[in-house]
Nanobody, 124 residues
Framework: QVQLVESGGGLVQAGDSLRLSCAAS????????VGWFRQAPGKEREFVGF????????YYADSVKGRFTISRDNAKNTASLQMNSLKPEDTAVYYC?????????????????WGKGTLVTVSS
């Protein structure tokens, strides 16, 4: 079992930056890939990006590529989502997730554990 807790959400203006954190507890964090997802009001949850186990490889959705950066610190059992040049359409609840494998053919990318989310609101 892995428990995940997101933090860092809030209200920002368009063009601002925000950094979300994901704190993990339980089993060895480095054994899991970490994914970030978001769900806007009235919309389905969508993939934002993931970082592999060692932290050497990342992959992003086209909508955030070049603006968002995922990192992790396995020694501290944390992962982060740095969001720059935020847009109103980035408004959503952001979720951190962890999985032993990555399944890109699935909407949830095969993530096994999920946090409860943190709300990011970007005003225009």
């Amino acid at each position: 079992q892995v428990q995940l807790v997101e933090s860092g959400g809030g209200l920002v203006q368009a063009g601002d930056s925000l950094r979300l954190s994901c704190a993990a507890s339980g089993r060895t964090f480095s054994s899991y890939a970490v994914g970030w997802f978001r769900q806007a009001p009235g919309k389905e949850r969508e993939f934002v990006g993931f970082i592999k186990w060692s932290g050497g490889s990342t992959y992003y959705a086209d909508s955030v590529k070049g603006r968002f950066t995922i990192s992790r610190d396995n020694a501290k059992n944390t992962a982060s989502l740095q969001m720059n040049s935020l847009k109103p359409e980035d408004t959503a609840v952001y979720y951190c997730a962890a999985g032993e494998t990555i399944a890109t053919c699935r909407k949830d990318y095969g993530m096994d554990y999920w946090g409860k989310g943190t709300l990011v609101t970007v005003s225009s």
